[in-house]
């Protein structure tokens, strides 16, 4: 009796569980009107951050069929295209393209590389700098000196830099201040040419990169640092640290999560170099150390010259260029979350 009894109990409670997950089923979606009639604001503010997602992300999807497709006829679409296989990738990278390929590959490595080494640290410093700053005025004004080179068109970046290494026009053009101030201290000799030389591209795209964009990407950093606690400032300081141990005991481990997370981004963009830069600054003289896989692309692609049939070569190159990066994406997540608490997923 006792055991018949059980089992009736136990049927009862499994009964009002699966009416209590009925009920909570259908006033799903009502819950989730009522929270977005609370929040309609926040929720309308992500429309047009859906509509770009949608449109420069995943409506491209579809082209990714170029790079299995022979594009010889340009009448047809990339859906009508005959199906071609590996063709592409083959001629991508042991073929008739290899060799620029591989130098276009190797040339944005390196540049992404020699960013990443000297110009992820650059905006960090700078945001411990600003947070030491007392002058509410004067923290605003150096911040806004040093946000201002990224709300600069491309084009007028790059002639800054020309103008600072040249001076007038070809071909009675001078040395400029830089070159100037490079040959004065013995860094290269009279008469150079930098922006010719390839020797010199990369720190000129480097430098010039950390001047461009350090200072907007303080801002993330500066708030993380801004998030962090003024008791835990106290504690070291009762404790006997002076600045510099605050920044190491205090400051740094409050920001983990976040360099954490900026640094997983910046990997995943190590093959992402922009071609517009470098389209502006470089010359035949200087694709031995210049030609990026963006730039190879637009050449190859056509846009340049180049000829139109290798429109899907041109896509192989772009699409192995993404799936690198998604890997190392994955890779730097998967060492983040092995080693630390923080990671993207």
């Known amino acids: 009796m006792r055991a018949n009894r059980d089992v ?90 290899a060799k620029e390929f591989w130098q276009a590959f190797r040339n944005t490595f390196a540049i992404s590389m020699y960013g990443l080494i000297f110009g992820f640290p650059v905006p960090i410093i700078l945001a411990l700098f600003f947070s030491e700053i007392k002058s509410d005025i004067y923290r605003s004004i150096t911040q806004i000196l040093t946000y201002l080179p990224k709300f600069i068109s491309t084009v007028v970046i790059t002639s800054i830099i020309t103008l600072m290494l040249y001076e007038g026009n070809e071909p009675h053009q001078s040395a400029g201040i830089l070159t100037t101030l490079f040959t004065n201290l013995g860094v290269i000799e009279e008469g150079t040419r930098m922006m010719k030389e390839p020797q010199y591209f990369r720190s000129i795209y480097i430098i010039s990169g950390i001047w461009e964009g350090a200072g907007y990407g303080s801002i993330v950093y500066f708030a993380a640092i801004m998030a962090i606690s003024p008791t835990n400032y106290e504690a070291a ?96 997540n998967f060492i983040s979350r092995r080693v630390s608490d923080t990671s993207l997923f």
């Open 237 to 332: 300081r009762i404790d006997g640290a002076n600045k510099l141990a605050q920044i190491r005991y205090v400051t740094l481990p409050g920001m983990a999560p976040t360099l954490t997370i900026m640094l997983i981004l910046r990997i995943g963009e190590i093959l992402s170099v922009g071609y517009e830069k470098v389209l502006l600054l470089y010359d035949a003289s200087t694709y031995a150390t210049a030609d990026v896989i963006s730039t190879f692309v637009t050449r190859i692609g056509g846009l340049m010259g180049g000829a139109t049939v290798s429109l899907n070569t041109a896509a192989s190159a772009d699409l192995f260029n993404s799936i690198i990066a998604m890997f190392l994406v994955l890779g730097a």
């Open 8 to 97: 009736k109990l136990m049927s009862h409670d499994e009964l009002k569980h699966e009416l209590l997950l009925e009920e909570l089923e259908k006033k799903k979606w009502h819950r989730y009107w009522q929270a977005i009639k609370k929040d309609w604001p926040l929720y309308a503010m992500l429309v047009p951050v859906i509509i770009y997602f949608f449109i420069f992300r995943y409506m491209p999807i579809y082209g990714i069929m170029a790079a299995f497709k022979n594009q010889t006829d340009l009448t047809l679409g990339v859906g009508d295209a005959p199906f071609s296989g590996f063709y592409a990738f083959r001629s991508l990278i042991a073929g008739d393209y």
